[in-house]
């Protein structure tokens, strides 16, 4: 199971024990976002794709975003 915690200040009072408490449970692995980072074949792939989009066929987001379907397994 992976699940995704957001801490809008991980300084805090209350964030500070609660990442140690975490880290010190032998399951739970925590990966911070500044430790993610995208391979260089993916970001060149995304740069390649930018470069050879057509603006008039972009769809906006905002119009879009409500029509994905996902698969939820649980």
Known sequence: ???TIDISDANS???TPLI???KSLDF???ISENEYVVPD???QIVEE????????????????KDTFMLDNNE
Do not use: F, G, P, T
Request: net charge negative; charged share 25%; aromatic share 10%.
């Open 49 to 64: 794709r930018l470069a050879n989009s057509n603006s008039a066929e972009l769809l906006d987001w905002n119009e879009v």
């Open 13 to 15: 009072i209350k964030a």
């Open 41 to 43: 074949w993916h970001q």
């Open 28 to 30: 739970v692995s925590i």
């Open 20 to 22: 140690e408490y975490l």
């Open 1 to 3: 199971m992976r699940l």
